[in-house]
């Protein structure tokens, strides 16, 4: 018997649109889509997040104005009512994916873990 595990994994995508977590991520996502401020400030809070991991693996220090800029960003993320949702929604979401990465990819972790031993 040949296994494709592609098609398992197609189908684990199409369950997991079925989950609360996918669902209320997808909400929130569309919200923000809705509404031009909501979809504006996330896109540069987005920027913003790739250039702060830009320069941390880089091993770089933000300039005193990026860091203003930055903190003032997240302020307003903070304050943005469709944004915390998403952010809220995005956790759950990625707490049920890791938990899933963590069952597939549990047979190697316990081979691993014999090495150890």
């Known amino acids: 018997m040949t296994v494709n595990i ?9 369950v997991l649109k079925e989950t609360q977590q996918y669902t209320a991520w ?25 250039a702060v991991q830009q320069m941390m693996q880089m091993q770089q220090q933000p300039s005193p104005e990026q860091e203003k800029e930055w903190d003032a960003i997240a302020a307003d ?7 915390t949702v998403l952010l809220t929604a995005e956790q759950a979401l990625n707490t049920i994916l890791t938990e899933v990465n963590d069952i597939v990819t549990k047979p190697v972790a316990e ?3 014999k090495l150890r031993q």
């Open 6 to 14: 592609y098609d398992n994994a197609n189908e684990m995508a199409n």
């Open 111 to 113: 081979a691993y873990a």
């Open 77 to 83: 993320v903070q304050k943005n009512d469709l944004i």
């Open 26 to 50: 997808q909400e929130a996502f569309d919200a923000i889509q809705n509404d031009e401020e909501a979809k504006s400030l996330f896109g540069h809070f987005q920027a913003v997040q790739s």
